[in-house]
């Protein structure tokens, strides 16, 4: 079945550094992909999504390429602020079936 | 304003008790979903439902039971078979029977405790 798989967390960062949160998944045919937010005590908000091969989401600085060859979606951000601290959720949209799986989640943390 | 509505916001019952939480749309979505997310889990579908009157069983629908009786309404009950049902759960709706976009909008969640 279709799954998806993120690095694990805590990923702790200092503001204005670089971020990287991976996201690779398998999928029997051409799936939507998301990265969702979850802010605390939130519930979980979609950040941005690609819809086919080659696309890139983009919301808040935040951005993600659709990768077919490498079955990839990771998540970058060119300078984290603190208020970005929050859990991050790959997730895939299978068209077939309208399941759509996360994964385990990546919790960040920002200091300032 | 549009949205979806979980209740309660917290529940405590005793074991061998079965328990019903709420969700409700108004945003006119098609289809609505329940997820249980876990520490280190990430989030696992339990059910879902794409139209009035039909739902399907997601990865861990054992334990758990749905009714899908009005568009706005997907409630969702704890059975007393559920082993481990100290969770945190969230409701979920998306727009388009057959039009599946994959964008979901989330209620706040339930945090259910079993004593």
């Known amino acids: 079945g279709n799954s998806v798989t993120q690095m694990e967390g805590p990923v702790t960062l200092s503001e204005e550094a670089f971020l990287t949160i991976n996201c690779t998944y398998t999928?029997?045919?051409?799936?939507?992909l998301f990265w969702y937010v979850q802010y605390p005590g939130e519930g979980l908000q979609l950040l941005l999504k690609a819809t086919k091969a080659d696309d890139k989401g983009s919301n808040k600085g935040f951005e993600a390429t659709y990768r077919k060859e490498t079955t990839s979606f990771h998540l970058e951000k060119g300078s984290v602020q603190v208020s970005d601290s929050a859990v991050y959720f790959c997730?895939?949209?299978?068209?077939?079936?309208?399941?759509?799986?996360f994964g385990k989640g990546t919790r960040l943390h920002i200091l300032p | 304003d549009g949205g979806i509505t979980q209740s309660p916001k917290y529940l405590f019952r005793k074991e061998g008790q079965n328990v019903t939480l709420s969700c409700e749309q108004n945003?006119?979505?098609?289809?609505m979903y329940w997820y249980r997310q876990d520490p280190g889990q990430g989030l696992r579908l339990i059910y879902y439902s794409q139209i009035v009157n039909d739902f399907q069983k997601g990865d861990i629908a054992e334990g758990y039971s749905v009714s899908r009786e009005k568009k706005e309404s997907f409630p969702l009950t704890v059975t007393s078979a559920q082993k481990n049902p100290t969770a945190f759960y969230l409701c979920a709706s998306r727009v388009g029977q057959g039009i599946n976009t994959g964008e979901l909008f989330f209620g706040e969640g339930s945090r259910l405790t079993v004593l």
């Open positions: 945003l006119n979505h098609d289809a």
């Open positions: 999928a029997t045919g051409y799936p939507s």
């Open positions: 997730a895939l949209s299978d068209r077939k079936d309208d399941k759509i799986i």
